[in-house]
């Protein structure tokens, strides 16, 4: 499955932005997504993850109450809305897709199989 991710750019602090991906190739309707980041020399870390209907969702402390994950299994789309965004929430965005009919929400790197080149997101002061 080929990923796609877009909607970064620069943003003020408190501001909101919205991250749209975009699957081709391959449905997504079994498998479970994830948005990670990465910041310059940082490690890249989860910020959210969802099942395959949606109806599970699970989130980085560091964004609770403040990022929400959804997915369109019609559209073949997950989308990460992000509100009262930080200084530090500054990085590249990621999403990612496991394996096909994977269980149990997933928060490493290394337990997804497909991803997409990222997005940067700018939050400025």
């Known amino acids: 499955v080929q990923l796609q991710a877009s909607g970064g750019g620069l943003v003020q602090a408190a501001g909101s932005s919205r991250l749209p991906c975009a699957a081709s190739?391959?449905?997504?309707?079994?498998?479970?997504m994830a948005w990670f980041r990465q910041a310059p020399a940082k490690e890249r870390e989860f910020v959210a993850g969802i099942g395959w209907s949606g109806g599970n969702t699970n989130y980085a402390d560091f964004v609770k109450g403040r990022f929400a994950i959804s997915r369109d299994n019609v559209k073949e789309t997950v989308t990460l809305q992000m509100n009262s965004l930080k200084p530090e929430d500054t990085a590249t965005y990621l999403c990612?897709?496991?394996?096909?009919?994977?269980?149990?929400?997933?928060?490493?790197?290394?337990?997804?199989?497909?991803w997409g080149q990222g997005t940067e997101v700018t939050v400025s002061s």
């Open positions: 190739g391959r449905t997504i309707s079994r498998r479970l």
């Open positions: 990612a897709a496991r394996l096909p009919f994977a269980t149990g929400l997933a928060d490493r790197a290394d337990q997804y199989s497909s």
